[in-house]
């Protein structure tokens, strides 16, 4: 996630200055090919810094031991780690200018939905640094009440994968039936795509979507009585429910 953010940092903000910290030498290898980003093994703080902390929630204790002292006086730190509370950063690293965001994984096409939590220590001009930084990935919706973020996260940080499950059954469908697997893709692709395009500009939101396409005694009628048959909504459901619960789990 942080190497996808710093890429689409590069590409969308041309005049700022990128610096990874990578503690691997071989992964500082690869992002050192480059040309835009500088490469550090450990955090060497400047004045104004917007640190996004990309690491996983077990490595924090190690990355904050290692700072150097009020590493982050000046900084605005945006934590994209899931289940790591506002409180628990502000303590572990020394500072009250931390917010939370849940990022998903279509931040690598500039797509991601992602979620912001400004902690209560957060100025106006961090929550600025913030939606900048994170504009760069794609869209970000502003969440005050840092609890909606376990639901958030099973929404929108699972929610790729989620669907990518429900997206493997339309194309496998298609290739059973005959098209070349590129062909499926594409055809799910652009369903998926057209599905959400239809559902950001209409009015009525997604049950009136498939109601509408569901001629009585028409074929779509016949696929979603299928589904409702299987509850398929409210497995999903459970699903979301259960990766929300797992993130309250992760947050202790
Ligand atoms: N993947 C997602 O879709 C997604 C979505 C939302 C949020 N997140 C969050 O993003 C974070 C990273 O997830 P990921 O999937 O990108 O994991 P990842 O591929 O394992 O990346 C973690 C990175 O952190 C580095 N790291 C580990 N310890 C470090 C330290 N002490 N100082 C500096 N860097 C350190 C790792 O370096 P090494 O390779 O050397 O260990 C690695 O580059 C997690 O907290 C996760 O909850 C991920």
Do not use: W
């Not at 955090?43 to 904050?64: K, M, N, S, W």
């Not at 969440?143 to 669907?163: K, R």
Request: glycine share 10%.
């Amino acid at each position: 996630m942080g190497s996808v953010v710093a890429g689409r940092l590069a590409d969308e903000l041309p005049g700022a200055e990128v610096a990874v910290v990578e503690p691997s030498a071989d992964r500082r290898a690869a992002l050192g090919r480059d040309p835009r980003l500088r490469v550090r093994e450990s955090y060497r703080p400047e004045p104004g810094d917007t640190v996004v902390l990309a690491i996983p929630p077990a490595a924090l204790d190690g990355f904050a031991a290692g700072l150097p002292v009020e590493a982050f006086r000046s900084a605005t730190v945006v934590s994209v780690m899931a289940g790591v509370r506002l409180a628990a950063l502000a303590a572990r690293l020394g500072t009250p200018h931390v917010l939370r965001a849940m990022p998903n994984l279509a931040a690598e096409a500039g797509q991601s939905m992602t979620l912001l939590c400004p902690g209560p220590g957060a100025r106006p001009e961090d929550l600025e640094r913030a939606e900048r930084v994170l504009s760069a990935i794609g869209a970000y919706l502003v969440v005050p009440d840092e609890s909606l973020l376990d639901a958030g996260t099973a929404l929108v940080g699972s929610g790729p994968a989620l669907v990518a499950y429900l997206a493997k059954a339309f194309a496998d469908f298609a290739v059973e039936a005959g098209f070349g697997p590129a062909d499926a893709l594409r055809m799910t692709c652009q369903v998926l795509r057209g599905t959400a395009d239809l559902l950001a500009a209409g009015d009525g939101g997604p049950e009136r979507l498939y109601r509408r396409a569901a001629t009585p005694g028409g074929t779509t009628e016949r696929g979603i009585s299928c589904l409702a048959d299987h509850r398929v909504q409210d497995a999903l459901h459970e699903a979301l429910a259960r990766t929300a619960a797992r993130s309250r789990e992760l947050a202790g």
